[in-house]
């Protein structure tokens, strides 16, 4: 099946194809055919699932190929980076029509956002408050809007925003054809579906026996100590197959630190988080993108932007908050049929809330083995080369280690004060293989 045999027109069709996009994914399946009728819906489908064409394809055919000057359509996302990537897939797909696209969200100059709408887009993609306060300053009219999109509806529920989403509903005509799509759909957003849509189809593009963590990811979890995950990372860094990789910090300052160690290791590592200029957040995603660095490391409120087919490796440098955090990270990886790997941290303090995401997803690791940047059991688990250290180069000595008359630390060493590692086993030491298989078990294939 192909994009044509679901009513899409051709001119579409073959701005896909130029950019090899070919056969659509079951998501876009399902719904196109229906959203092509102007039926409201509701999507639930995982992340890396396809849903921006799902619903980006019948919002710009129902345009027109020349649609009249003006905004036509309102997409609403709940972050900057998401903003960036749905705008780019719509621009993709309206490439060989007139239809023009503009991005609006904070953190970038009005002129412009300004000077696009004035020009005359007709599909605006844009984050809540910019879009509220160009509309507060009359620059910004939905009067006209015939299609209205909620997309990644939980996020908006997690960030605060949905009295802002209800006041933008507020000033669209109640006659738009409305459509939301969410990985989760917890009971507010069932309920601001049930206010502002008219009698909408609900889509699941899941199979009833599907696990809830993708089957094409491998899952490893750790508990590891915080003193060694430098060096840890540094490792996975070189493991065999190893491509473009995201790791989550849970804060915006472990996200700087951690990018500067790798860099200083010899990784090529940008980083995504708020304490940057929307610019930086930005060339950061390009070049992450375009591969001239190959390590992104990012906290939560960036993860949705982060649209990439070919990411290998997902890293929890520490633990998500809760089970559905986890879902949106390693969602980053095992996009567009691939396979992917997830590699968690936990902390002596976080098992409590380990032992909550595993009940939740029913992952089958109710204690993530003790585990070292030498433990066997992790360097054969993610296939890293025996002999590997953390590191691609030399460090530099501190000055403050020469004046100290301290000798330098060698390439890949561990921090000062920790011994050989040890591992701690439910059975007798000496019976490994079972008793560390009772321990660690893994998901997917």
Known sequence: MNF???????????????KGIIEP????????????????????AKTGTGKTFGFGLPLIQSLGSDPEPGVKALIVVPTRELA????????????????????????????????????????????????????????LSFANVSVMVLDEADKMLDLGFLPDVERLFAQTPPTRHTMLFSATMPGPVVTLARRFMNKPIHIRATSPD??????????FVYRAHALDKDEVIGRILQSEGRGKTVIFTRTKRAAAR??????DRGFAAGAVHGDLSQDARERSMVAFKAGKKDVLIATDVAARGIDVDDVTHVINHTIPEDHNAYLHRVGRTGR?????????????????????????LEMGIPEPVETYSSSPHFLEDLNIPAGTKGRLKNTPIPKAEKRAGQPPRSQGSKPSGQGSP??????????????????????GN
């Open 84 to 139: 960036v990537q749905v705008t780019e897939d719509m621009v993709l797909a309206a490439g060989n029509r007139s239809t023009s696209v503009v991005s609006i969200y904070g953190g970038k100059a009005y002129e412009g956002q300004i000077e696009a709408l004035k020009a005359g887009a007709q599909i605006v993609v844009g984050t809540p408050g910019r879009l509220l306060d160009l509309a507060s300053q009359r620059l």
């Open 4 to 18: 044509s045999d679901l009513g899409i027109d051709t001119d579409m069709v073959e701005a896909l194809e130029a």
């Open 422 to 443: 040890t591992r701690t086993t439910s059975g007798a030491e000496g019976g490994s293989g079972n008793s560390r298989q009772r321990q660690r078990r893994r998901t």
């Open 258 to 263: 951690l990018m500067e160690e790798l860099n």
């Open 25 to 44: 994914f079951p998501i876009q399946e399902q719904t196109i055919p229906i959203a092509l009728t102007g039926q409201d819906i509701i999507g639930q």
């Open 210 to 219: 599907e696990s809830i963590t993708q089957a094409n990811i491998k899952h």
């Open 336 to 360: 567009a049929g691939k396979t992917g790997i997830a590699v968690t941290f936990v902390d002596w303090d976080d098992l409590h809330k380990w032992a909550l995401i595993n009940k939740a």
